[in-house]
């Protein structure tokens, strides 16, 4: 499967510093995916040489096989985006505001605008004026508004900043139907790792303007240690004795429990143990990895290996 929007060792330098440093994958129709890192991490800048808002120092950037260095005008023809919020009249209906941006474009008549807006959910306030809206419908108006020229990849930064979390469910859902229903490629981007779970199939985690690594976002929560958490009879005993037979394992006691980060297959011996050593177990339990643990260690392991 060939990417619609490829990254080709895209490079940012301003001011003799370089932003971005030779940043490379692909986006395929059909994924949510999500752009994530720190703040500074070089997220905004990436996406504004996506769009075209910038230029790209080396490397480059193909939008449906078209670069948008030499074929701008072919390349973003293929781009809807929300990069900084939207601007709309606040004082005209949502549809008075499509109309407009309508007009700015060719071939899009009142047909596909209705369409549009019932994509997005918004056809029965499409007539009330904007400033009546809440800032998630004014989110998904903007959506329309980039939606209007039917792009085949939906570019958005932070789209669900300063939203609740209603706001953040609401955007969220439509922006997964616009990649499984309607085969799009969508690119978001945040600081939030939770929402970035919910919200994406794959991801890429960019810090200091460098791509650390792109995944699916289940192949980042598996596939590494996990804190298993031991409720026994005296933990004192319990520490003593696991750090006896396993003297590697990091071990954290909290009140009545320890919390071992162990992979799934040594629980059943570490079970044996205790048991062995008589120290009665009354609870054991994996703790779910969330995405913001992996990200941590991903991007520790990479300052690890940067100092090393
Ligand atoms: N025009 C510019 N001139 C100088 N430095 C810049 C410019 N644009 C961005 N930077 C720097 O590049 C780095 C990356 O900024 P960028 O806005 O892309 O990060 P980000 O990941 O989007 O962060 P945030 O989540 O805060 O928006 C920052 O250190 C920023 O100060």
Redesign the pocket.
């Known amino acids: 499967m060939t990417g619609i929007v490829k990254l080709n060792k895209v490079t940012k330098v ?2 003799n ?1 370089t ?1 971005i440093d030779s940043i490379s994958f692909e986006v395929h129709k059909g994924e949510v995916f999500g752009f994530l ?10 996406i504004r040489m996506m769009v075209g808002l910038i230029g790209i120092s080396e490397g480059d950037i193909e939008i449906a096989g078209k670069s948008i260095t030499n074929d701008f005008e072919q390349a973003v023809s293929h781009i809807g985006a929300i990069i900084e919020n939207p601007e709309m009249y606040k004082f005209l209906t949502g549809y008075q505001n499509l109309l407009h941006y309508a007009r700015m474009s060719n071939g899009i008549n009142k047909k596909k605008i209705f369409e549009i807006v019932e994509l997005v959910g918004l056809t029965e306030r499409i007539h009330d004026k904007v400033k009546t809206y809440s800032l998630g419908m004014r989110q998904r108006l903007g959506l329309a508004q980039c939606l209007l020229h039917e792009p085949d990849v939906l570019i958005l930064d ?1 789209p669900t900043n300063g939203l609740d979390p209603a706001g953040i469910r609401e955007i969220r859902d439509h922006l997964r139907y616009l990649a499984k229903e309607k085969n799009m490629a969508v690119i978001v ?1 945040s ?1 939030l790792l939770l929402e970035m779970e919910m919200m994406c199939d794959r991801i890429a985690i ?1 810090q200091h ?1 460098k791509l650390i690594d792109v995944q699916r976002v289940q192949n980042f929560l598996e596939g590494s240690d996990h804190v298993v958490v031991f409720e026994t009879a005296d933990s004192v005993k319990a520490i003593q004795v696991i750090s006896g037979s396993y003297p590697t394992i990091h071990i954290k006691q909290l009140e009545n429990e320890i919390h071992l980060l162990i992979s799934k297959e040594q629980i059943p011996g570490i079970v044996r143990l205790l048991v062995e050593n008589h120290i009665d177990i009354f609870r054991v339990q994996e703790v779910t990895k969330t995405l913001e643990d992996r990200f941590l260690e991903i991007t520790r392991e990479k300052a690890d290996r940067i100092h090393v």
């Open positions: 301003i001011k510093r932003i890192g720190p703040n500074g991490a070089g997220k905004t800048t990436t932070e981007s600081h960019i303007g």
